[in-house]
C-alpha cells in the first residue's frame, strides 16, 4: 500500500498493484564487462565455450544466476568458465569495471557506466525478467497537479523507447 502517500515507485509484475500506474522501465539485464576485458577475452557472442572466461556472482541466491541466462540465451554453459564470487552486488560491479571478470547488469543500475564507457555489453542478448518499475498513485482519490507534474517529470527522464512502451496518458 502506498500509505497515504500522493506517488512511489513499485518493482512487480503490471497486474500485482491495486494503484494507477505508470511503467516507468521494464526490467533488463546485460552481460557486461570493462572494455580491456572485452579486449583479451572477447564476447559472449565469439565464444564457443567459456573456458577463457571469469564470470562474477553474488553469494546470495542472485534472482538471475549466469546459468539460467547462458541457458535461455542460447550460449555455453558456465561449467567451463572460471569464477568469481561476491557478498555484495556493488563490490562484483566494481570488479567487473577494473577488469577482473564479467557480471550480470540491470540495466537501471549499470546505465551510467554504460554511458560513460566504464562498462560495455558482453553479449547481444538481453534478457528481460518479466518484472517492471512503476510509478504509482492511489486510484481512490484524484492526484493533485503537483503530483502529476512530478510523475510526468520522472516519465520523461527515461525515453519511451527505454519503457518498450508509450507513455501514458
Known amino acids: 500500500p502506498l500509505d497515504g502517500a500522493d506517488l512511489g515507485v513499485r518493482h512487480g509484475e503490471h497486474s500485482e498493484y491495486p494503484f494507477n500506474r505508470f511503467l516507468l522501465q521494464k526490467e533488463t ?17 565469439e565464444c564457443t565455450s567459456l573456458d577463457d572466461h571469469v564470470l562474477g556472482h553474488l553469494n546470495e541466491s542472485p534472482r538471475l544466476p549466469w546459468q539460467k541466462y ?8 558456465s561449467s567451463d568458465a572460471s569464477d568469481m564470487f561476491f557478498s555484495d552486488y556493488g563490490l562484483l560491479l566494481q570488479a567487473v569495471i577494473k577488469g577482473q571478470c564479467m557480471g550480470l547488469g540491470w540495466q537501471h543500475v549499470i546505465a551510467h ?20 518499475y512503476y510509478i504509482v ?10 503530483v502529476v507534474s512530478v510523475r510526468d517529470w520522472l516519465l520523461s527522464e527515461l525515453p519511451a523507447a527505454s519503457r518498450n512502451e508509450t507513455m501514458p496518458a
Do not use: F, W
Not at 70 to 77: H, T
Open 29 to 45: 539485464v546485460i552481460p557486461v564487462a570493462s572494455p580491456g576485458y572485452l579486449a583479451r577475452h572477447g564476447t559472449l557472442d
Open 70 to 77: 547462458l541457458s535461455e540465451m542460447g550460449y555455453p554453459p
Open 113 to 132: 557506466e554504460l554511458e560513460q564507457k566504464g562498462l560495455v555489453p558482453a553479449a547481444s542478448r538481453q534478457y528481460q525478467t518479466g518484472m517492471s
Open 137 to 146: 498513485t492511489p486510484n481512490d482519490h484524484a492526484i493533485r497537479p503537483e
